[in-house]
Each structure stands twice: as structure tokens, then as C-alpha cells.
């Protein structure tokens, strides 16, 4: 069956990269996408891949797809406070369905 | 345009009181969802419809019912709250084509005691 599995929780340095690790299993998955949700707020897309490309690059934030081992990842460079926030890990299903994972918590130290 | 609304915000009910969540959105998108989220369990799917008239269920839908009753607006319906249903809830829209992301509501906070 369709499922995405995350990390619950990273805890990284102000000013350090943050790497967001998630697993799909469906590989005809055609989009992967990455949601941000703060505190009390509802989810807001943060970025997407096609399944034909490895790499996407938007400012601070660079999603690598390794579709071989069905490995995505989210990259925030330069991480600061305003990044707290849960990560979500979706993958498009079929039927209209998009899947989600369980979040990354991102914590930020000073 | 509001975007994806939801009402109410909060509520608390007591086990075996029924209630309706109500959702709207004024985009004019075929596909509406209903999530509920838990503690280190993300979003769950209960509910969709992927286009007026149709609904279907999710990864949890028992205890809960839907309704599309128009284009924009989607309910979920709980008829007899169990204290297991306590979550948040979010809908969802979506227009057409796996590109295309979900809106998403601000939420309703469901407490059942």
C-alpha cells in the first residue's frame, strides 16, 4: 500500500542547514511534495518535484528525489528561528488522493 | 476569495453528542478533503470527493460522514462523538492535475469527553 514515513523529530543550530529525510513506497508516484505547518495554522506547500527530476533548487530550500530508493529530501540553508515549524512529506496518489507523512518537528538552538 | 474556510473553530462535545464540521471554498475546485491530525501521526485522510456528487473514504472513515452538498462546500459529520475522535481537523481543495497543491482550512479543534 501507499505510505510515507518521516523522522518525528531534527533539532539544528541557527545558522546550520537542516536536512528533512522522508521514504515513499509508491513508485508511480508522479509529485512529491513538501508542506510547512506553524504553530495553529493549517499546512502550506512549500515546494514540489516531478518524478523525472533529481534535484529542484527555490532560495534557501533544495528537495533532492532519489527515485531508486524512493528517498526524498528537503534541504533549508542558513536555518533560522521563523523555520520552526512541523514538515510534511506527500507523495500524489491516484484517485485525486495525496498521501501524507507523519511531520518533522524543526527545532531551532541557538 | 477567502480560500478554504472552516467552522468552528473549537469544539467540545461529550461522548455520544453528534455534530456537523462545515467547509467551504470559493475556488472553484472539483476535489475537497477532510483530514483529521494526531499527535506524531500526521494527517489522515477520513473522507474525499473528487468531484461534486461523489465522495469516497479515506485511510479512518469510521465514525464520521460526509456530505458534498455543492460544489464549494464539504461537511463532516460525527454522529455519536467518541472520546477517540478528539483531534484537529483540517479540509482540503484542490483543483485538477497531480501538480496542482492542496489549500488548506485554518482547522477546527475537536475536544470529546
Known amino acids: 500500500g501507499e505510505d510515507v514515513e518521516q523522522s518525528l523529530f531534527l533539532s539544528v543550530r541557527e545558522g546550520d542547514s537542516s536536512v528533512i529525510n522522508c521514504t515513499y513506497t509508491?513508485?508511480?508516484?508522479?509529485?512529491l511534495y513538501w508542506y510547512k505547518q506553524e504553530p495553529g495554522a493549517g499546512l502550506q506547500l512549500l515546494t514540489y518535484?516531478?518524478?523525472?527530476?533529481d534535484m529542484k533548487q527555490d532560495q534557501r530550500l533544495t528537495v533532492l528525489l532519489n527515485k531508486k530508493d524512493k528517498h526524498l529530501s528537503l534541504r533549508i540553508a542558513d536555518t533560522q528561528t521563523g523555520d520552526s515549524a512541523i514538515y510534511f512529506c506527500?507523495?500524489?496518489?491516484?484517485?485525486?488522493?495525496?498521501?501524507f507523512g507523519s511531520g518533522t518537528r524543526l527545532s531551532i538552538r541557538p | 476569495n477567502a480560500g478554504v474556510t472552516q467552522t468552528p473553530k473549537f469544539q467540545v462535545l461529550k461522548t455520544g453528542q453528534s455534530m456537523t464540521l462545515q467547509c467551504a471554498q470559493d475556488?472553484?475546485?472539483?476535489?475537497m478533503y477532510w483530514y483529521r491530525q494526531d499527535p506524531g501521526m500526521g494527517l489522515r485522510l477520513i473522507y474525499y470527493?473528487?468531484?461534486?456528487?461523489?465522495?469516497d473514504k479515506g485511510e479512518v472513515p469510521n465514525g464520521y460522514n460526509v456530505s458534498r452538498l455543492n460544489k464549494r462546500e464539504f461537511s463532516l459529520r460525527l454522529e455519536s462523538a467518541a472520546p477517540s475522535q478528539t483531534s484537529v481537523y483540517f479540509c482540503?481543495?484542490?483543483?485538477?492535475?497531480?501538480?496542482?497543491?492542496?489549500?488548506f482550512g485554518p482547522g477546527t479543534r475537536l475536544l470529546v469527553l
Open positions: 482540503a481543495s484542490r483543483p485538477p492535475g497531480p501538480e496542482e497543491t492542496q489549500y
Open positions: 509508491d513508485s508511480s508516484s508522479t509529485y
Open positions: 518535484i516531478f518524478s523525472n527530476m
Open positions: 506527500a507523495e500524489y496518489s491516484s484517485a485525486s488522493k495525496i498521501i
Open positions: 475556488m472553484n475546485h472539483n476535489s
Open positions: 470527493s473528487a468531484s461534486e456528487g461523489t465522495t
